[in-house]
């Protein structure tokens, strides 16, 4: 059956796979370097909140082989449509850390130019960046680009209802969109099993005539690849792809989060073992393509990095909180007027 996914996740990194090829060494080297970058950004960025120089970071720290794998399996000329979880994403696609921490540190804007990177602001109503990926997509079709959409996605948005009507629209257009579900076990406590009782993620593009796979999300090399072929599929006109990465959220669902109650720690060290780092790593070193100098070349790098981050983010911004008010509406309402009266006459008290 061409649209049913594998009967199991597919992996490349310790085993050959009939249908997937395991991607050329210099583009593991490239996702290995964006992964400890990413993990390192990552833990930065949780530091931070507790500086209290972020409001809030909702971790990704486990899943860094899907988010790299999101980011480099997409062109500069396609559009990227993220959650809060996928800030590494969007760091190895390039954007400005800071810019990508902008709104994670209360600013009323997403941090970065949105048409110039091709990435929409970081979706936190779940699932309705699944619906604006389908739009953009559909449009760029009709325009006759060949523009592909990657939207991003956990298990718990496939239980909303914009995330069906997504891919019912998509599917019918055939619009160009790769819905990337990160399968990280959780919708902030709630289990995957409370959710759902499909065999797979994957399965619920079959309904809708939605060509579906599953991958271990821990392996980045068959992260990459599978990605690599659903991106292809609809850029080559054949409609939308779904893909479910099989992966675990190491850390709480956000820093405000407490996972010790809802989760028992030997699942965390069961994940733990399966580090998609780690893996990478190993792989790479028994291949001869990275020895303990580069992985210290590396480590350095990434240091480099989390410390530019950390400089840059102990400047105060200077910020206007009329602002929040100014970009609402071209007329403002009542309500809005009364509201910024009584900011005004806080701030005088100050
Ligand atoms: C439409 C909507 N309903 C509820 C919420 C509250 N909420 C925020 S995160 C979350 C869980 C999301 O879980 P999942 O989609 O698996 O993504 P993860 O955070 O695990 O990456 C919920 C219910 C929301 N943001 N948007």
């Given at each position: 059956m061409e649209w049913l996914p594998s009967s199991s996740p597919v992996r490349l990194l310790e085993q050959p796979d009939p249908n997937y090829r395991l991607p050329a060494p210099e583009r593991l080297l490239a996702a290995y370097r964006a992964m400890v970058i990413g993990r390192r950004f990552d833990a930065q960025a949780t530091t931070l909140t507790k500086q209290g120089r972020l409001a809030v970071y909702p971790s990704s720290r486990g899943q860094e082989a899907c988010q790299v794998g999101a980011a480099l399996s997409i062109g500069a000329e396609d559009w990227l449509f993220p959650t809060y979880r996928d800030s590494v994403s969007l760091v190895t696609r390039g954007i400005d850390p800071v810019e990508v921490l902008t709104l994670l540190r209360g600013d009323w804007h997403c941090g970065y130019d949105v048409p110039a990177t091709r990435t929409a602001p970081q979706c936190t109503p779940l699932a309705t960046q699944t619906l604006h990926a389908v739009g953009l997509a559909h449009g760029e079709a009709r325009k006759g680009n060949t523009t592909v959409a990657m939207a991003l996605l956990g298990d718990g948005a496939t239980s909303e209802g914009d995330f069906h009507e997504a891919l019912n629209f998509a599917a019918v257009f055939r619009a160009p969109v790769v819905f990337f579900v990160q399968n990280n076990g959780y919708a902030i406590s709630v289990p995957l099993a409370k959710q759902s009782v499909a065999?797979?993620?994957?399965?619920?593009g079959i309904g809708y005539g939605v060509r579906s796979e599953q991958v271990d999300g821990n392996d980045a090399a068959a992260v990459l690849s599978v990605l690599d072929s659903a991106v292809a599929h609809a850029r080559a006109g054949n409609g939308p792809f779904l893909v479910e990465a099989h992966t675990y959220r190491m850390e709480p669902h956000t820093n405000a989060d407490d996972a010790a109650r809802y989760r028992p720690p030997e699942e965390v060290e069961h994940w733990q073992q399966r580090d998609p780092i780690g893996r990478l790593e190993r792989h790479l070193r028994a291949d001869g393509h990275l020895d303990d100098l580069g992985a210290q070349r590396i480590a350095a790098e990434a240091e480099e990095f989390a410390v530019a981050v950390r400089t840059r983010m102990q400047a105060e911004p200077t910020v206007d909180p009329e602002d929040l008010f100014r970009h609402v509406y071209a007329e403002p309402t009542p309500q809005l007027t009364e509201q910024l009266a009584q900011l005004r006459s806080e701030q005088e008290a100050l």
């Open positions: 065999p797979s993620l994957a399965h619920k």
